[in-house]
């Protein structure tokens, strides 16, 4: 029986599947893009079988030659591929065999596709998670540069999308900074627990076979076998952290979009988006929509959803392999896919901002946000803070009552609601005198905010040597496979 109406669990049945069957059953469309993984998984797995005298040595070499043969067209692009098999994994095997024949149907002893195809998940997601961290990275540094050349911009700080104290934008931009920060160390905590190698697990109990699993473990650039074949071709939970770190990454994002979106529109005026990330309307001539930031906000749905995905699937399943974790693939991919773009995109808008500082240090002078500062001078005064709190209050009543802020009352009238406050009070009130005293650790005055940076700095730094040491060894690894 050819390829072209085979499976690879044919001789069970008396006759072939359903043709509506196999195009449902296909995961082709989604698993194509694991050609790759799958290929070294395989070359790993011959060169051990040949070593442990499973397969000979002269079958093991026609089989690592074929393979690499194959792997030259995936990475050219020239792999045939035939949609009527029902993923790349049957695909590479019956190409194999139908090349070397007989060795290439001995590729498969000692291995199931349960533990052949979670192992080459595991490799992606290495890469995924790689390059998800580094994408963190750009916009980390964006937020970092942009936070640096505005250490004394002032805006409005807003806590119920209500005015409620003065904060530099070099303070702002951080807050996002440290968000990222954690998504990244999320990631790079959970790479420990992804970086497990399943291949030798086979269906389920494990093999008879005499099989090296710390060999192909380390050929793979995995650290270890997993300790458990059930869990091992049954655990989908890196799938499920990545996912989450996914979601919360594209939580943060949105966060940050919502302000550029908002702050960019003519009733803030704070930003200007840049032409290039920016888009215009069939009608209206004069629109300048911040398209960018309102999809990266909106695809924060999607990764959501991605997340519900998995972990209601997960819930349902008794241990070991069951089909329903096929579908794996199609939530980890697309939030994959979805979330690095997401985080160039945002790193691009941050860089081309343009900042409307008068605009944004005009509507300081607005919303009484210097009234935690009256506060604290008069609980400096001794005043209570609870009773200093009551009076302040009582000041701000009546400045909107007549039309004042706080620094145009007279010493008389502030006198009014409690005798502490002194001529001193008019050099706490301005704005820019309540950002420079916060000099708390962690605060916004440019005094200190330096230090943030400083820390953001060992944060980059710390990331990157990651990022490159585990693709440098995986690199290594790889091309011990395949010269």
Same mark, same amino acid.
Request: glycine share 6%.
């Given at each position: 029986?050819?390829?072209?109406?085979?499976? @690879?669990?044919?001789?069970?049945?008396?006759?072939?599947?359903?043709?509506?069957?196999?195009?449902?059953?296909?995961?082709?469309?989604?698993?194509?893009?694991?050609?790759?993984?799958?290929?070294?998984?395989?070359?790993?797995?011959?060169?051990?079988?040949?070593?442990?005298?499973?397969?000979?040595?002269?079958?093991?070499?026609?089989?690592?030659?074929?393979?690499?043969?194959?792997?030259?067209?995936?990475?050219?692009?020239?792999?045939?591929?035939?949609?009527?098999?029902?993923?790349?994994?049957?695909?590479?095997?019956?190409?194999?065999?139908?090349?070397?024949?007989?060795?290439?149907?001995?590729?498969?002893?000692?291995?199931?596709?349960?533990?052949?195809?979670?192992?080459?998940?595991?490799?992606?997601?290495?890469?995924?998670?790689?390059?998800?961290? $580094?994408?963190?990275?750009?916009?980390? #540094?964006?937020?970092?540069?942009?936070?640096?050349?505005? @250490?004394?911009?002032?805006?409005?700080?807003?806590?119920?999308?209500?005015?409620?104290?003065?904060?530099?934008?070099?303070?702002?931009?951080?807050?996002?900074?440290?968000?990222?920060?954690?998504?990244?160390?999320?990631?790079?905590?959970?790479?420990?627990?992804?970086?497990?190698?399943?291949?030798?697990?086979?269906? @389920?109990?494990?093999?008879?076979?005499?099989?090296?699993?710390?060999?192909?473990?380390?050929?793979?650039?995995?650290?270890?076998?997993?300790?458990?074949?059930?869990?091992? *071709?049954?655990?989908?939970?890196?799938?499920?952290?990545?996912?989450?770190?996914?979601?919360?990454?594209?939580?943060?994002?949105?966060?940050?979009?919502?302000?550029?979106?908002?702050?960019?529109?003519?009733?803030?005026?704070?930003?200007?988006?840049?032409?290039?990330?920016?888009?215009?309307?069939?009608?209206?001539?004069?629109? #300048?929509?911040?398209?960018?930031?309102?999809?990266?906000?909106?695809?924060?749905?999607?990764?959501?959803?991605?997340? *519900?995905?998995?972990?209601?699937?997960?819930?349902?399943?008794?241990?070991?392999?069951?089909?329903? @974790?096929?579908?794996?693939?199609?939530?980890?991919?697309?939030?994959?896919?979805?979330?690095?773009?997401?985080?160039?995109?945002?790193?691009?808008? *941050?860089?081309?901002?343009?900042?409307?500082?008068?605009?944004?240090?005009?509507?300081?002078?607005?919303?009484?946000?210097?009234?935690?500062?009256?506060?604290?001078?008069?609980?400096?005064?001794?005043?209570?803070?609870?009773?200093?709190?009551?009076?302040?209050?009582?000041?701000?009543?009546?400045?909107?009552?007549?039309?004042?802020?706080?620094?145009?009352?007279?010493?008389?009238?502030?006198?009014?609601?409690?005798?502490?406050?002194?001529?001193? *009070?008019?050099?706490?009130?301005?704005?820019?005198?309540?950002?420079?005293?916060?000099?708390?650790?962690?605060?916004?005055?440019?005094?200190?905010?330096?230090?943030?940076?400083?820390?953001?700095?060992?944060?980059?730094?710390?990331?990157? $040597?990651?990022?490159? #040491?585990?693709?440098?060894?995986?690199? #290594?690894?790889?091309?011990?496979?395949?010269?």
């Amino acid at each position: 029986m050819s390829s072209e109406n085979k499976t @690879l669990w044919s001789g069970r049945f008396g006759q072939g599947a359903a043709d509506s069957t196999l195009a449902f059953t296909s995961s082709l469309s989604v698993d194509r893009r694991l050609a790759r993984y799958d290929i070294l998984g395989s070359l790993a797995h011959a060169r051990m079988l040949a070593r442990q005298g499973i397969v000979s040595k002269e079958d093991g070499a026609r089989i690592e030659e074929g393979l690499k043969a194959i792997l030259a067209q995936v990475e050219d692009g020239t792999l045939p591929v035939q949609d009527q098999l029902e993923d790349i994994h049957s695909n590479i095997e019956f190409l194999l065999t139908d090349r070397i024949k007989e060795a290439g149907a001995r590729l498969h002893t000692a291995r199931s596709r349960n533990d052949q195809v979670i192992t080459d998940v595991r490799m992606f997601m290495r890469d995924a998670t790689l390059d998800t961290i $580094d994408a963190i990275r750009t916009a980390e #540094k964006a937020l970092m540069d942009r936070a640096s050349e505005n @250490l004394d911009t002032i805006l409005p700080g807003f806590t119920h999308v209500q005015h409620a104290q003065p904060v530099t934008v070099g303070h702002w931009l951080m807050a996002h900074f440290f968000r990222l920060q954690r998504d990244a160390e999320r990631l790079m905590d959970s790479y420990k627990r992804l970086n497990i190698s399943p291949l030798g697990s086979a269906a @389920l109990a494990g093999t008879t076979y005499n099989i090296d699993r710390m060999r192909t473990a380390k050929a793979l650039g995995f650290e270890s076998p997993c300790a458990n074949s059930i869990d091992g *071709v049954s655990d989908r939970d890196f799938v499920a952290e990545y996912l989450f770190d996914a979601a919360l990454t594209s939580v943060h994002l949105s966060s940050l979009c919502e302000e550029l979106v908002y702050w960019s529109s003519p009733e803030f005026g704070f930003i200007e988006m840049d032409d290039a990330y920016s888009t215009g309307s069939s009608i209206m001539p004069q629109k #300048k929509n911040p398209d960018v930031a309102e999809l990266t906000r909106g695809r924060a749905g999607a990764a959501l959803g991605d997340l *519900v995905n998995i972990l209601t699937t997960m819930k349902g399943l008794p241990t070991a392999y069951n089909r329903d @974790l096929q579908e794996d693939k199609s939530a980890l991919f697309a939030s994959y896919d979805r979330l690095v773009p997401c985080l160039r995109m945002a790193a691009a808008m *941050v860089s081309t901002m343009q900042l409307n500082k008068g605009r944004m240090l005009e509507a300081c002078q607005d919303g009484f946000l210097n009234a935690t500062d009256l506060a604290d001078y008069l609980a400096v005064k001794g005043l209570p803070f609870r009773r200093a709190h009551e009076a302040v209050g009582a000041i701000v009543r009546h400045a909107i009552e007549h039309g004042k802020r706080l620094e145009d009352l007279t010493l008389d009238e502030l006198r009014g609601f409690c005798a502490r406050i002194d001529e001193d *009070v008019f050099a706490v009130l301005p704005i820019e005198r309540c950002v420079a005293r916060r000099t708390s650790i962690g605060g916004t005055s440019p005094e200190v905010t330096p230090m943030q940076l400083s820390q953001a700095m060992s944060v980059l730094r710390r990331q990157g $040597d990651f990022v490159e #040491k585990e693709r440098t060894r995986i690199a #290594k690894a790889f091309d011990a496979l395949t010269v």
